[in-house]
């Protein structure tokens, strides 16, 4: 049975207080999912503390996703909210959501305009960690202004920052206290979004072999040379063995084969996933 996953840093409760606090500041959110797990990167905790700011629902790491993202996409722009694909290595995405910001503050700026007024607009980025958050500010802001990397947790503090036409508030990543669905909670330990040293990386692999051999059988054969999907142990065996991770007297080291699975996962070496069905979360708030 996999063990219960909960996980929530000190300072992410500063950092709720501190984005409520300067919510009033904000002319919108810009609220980023990860395309590979929508349902699971959303935090129901961090949309009440947007209260009536028009949100962009930004799908993040689109690169990665197959075409379960696309379906999260319409779903959401359908309920009537500004919803886009992105790939923050893209300069295409940049363009495409500087104009959804454009769009989303266009009355505010005709507005302003009337009154002879010119000003900037601000967004706050916010989401669950390792979701792309400073990769999506740089990508607006044409160069390196805040700092990313590629593990949970590396932005600790809120903070301004100009970012071409708008003044962006980098925010760290921030979890909901507690998780409804332990489902979804792998799903965040799948795509890196809860700190690794605080997990059984090992269970973690044999709970995503099972999801794989599920909904992407193929990738475990292409990558791995897995045949037989009913046994999660012999398949996290055959990892060890295809990728050379054997102990000493022969033996698969399972330590460094749920890295490397983990590993390959996370940077599509596997494939393009989506590891949820917009059909199956409809009932979310977005």
């Known amino acids: 049975m996999a063990k219960t996953i909960q996980w929530f840093p000190g300072h992410m409760t500063r950092a709720m207080r501190d984005m409520e606090e300067k919510r009033s500041l904000c002319d919108g959110v810009i609220f980023v999912l990860d395309a590979r797990a929508p349902a699971a990167t959303f935090n129901k905790n961090l949309q009440k503390i947007f209260g009536g700011k028009p949100v962009l629902y930004l799908l993040n790491k689109a690169?990665?996703?197959?075409g379960g993202a696309e379906e999260f996409r319409r779903m959401i722009s359908e309920k009537g909210r500004h919803c886009l694909l992105c790939n923050a290595a893209s300069a295409a995405s940049g363009r495409a959501l500087a104009r959804?910001?454009?769009?989303?503050?266009?009355?505010k700026r005709a507005r302003a305009e009337d009154k002879g007024l010119s000003r900037t607009f601000r967004f706050m980025v916010a989401g669950i960690p390792n979701t792309g958050k400073s990769t999506i500010v740089n990508l607006l802001g044409g160069r390196k202004r805040a700092k990313t990397g590629d593990k949970a947790g590396v932005t600790r503090d809120v903070r301004w920052l100009r970012c071409g036409a708008f003044d962006l508030l980098d925010t760290p990543g921030t979890m909901p206290p507690a998780f409804d669905s332990q489902l979804l909670a792998r799903h965040l330990a799948y795509i890196g979004s809860i700190n690794d040293d605080i997990l059984d990386k090992e269970d973690v692999a044999l709970e995503l072999l099972g999801e794989l051999a599920e909904k992407y059988p193929q990738y475990l054969s292409e990558r791995y040379g897995i045949a037989d999907f009913s046994d999660r142990a012999a398949m996290y065996e055959a990892v060890c063995r295809r990728r050379g991770l054997i102990l000493k007297g022969g033996e698969p080291d399972y330590e460094r084969g749920a890295n490397a699975l983990l590993d390959d996962f996370r940077k599509g070496r596997l494939g393009r996933v989506c590891?949820?069905?917009a059909a199956d979360f409809r009932e979310l708030p977005f």
């Open 63 to 66: 690169d990665l996703a197959d």
């Open 100 to 107: 959804e910001l454009a769009l989303m503050t266009q009355e």
């Open 275 to 277: 590891l949820e069905r």
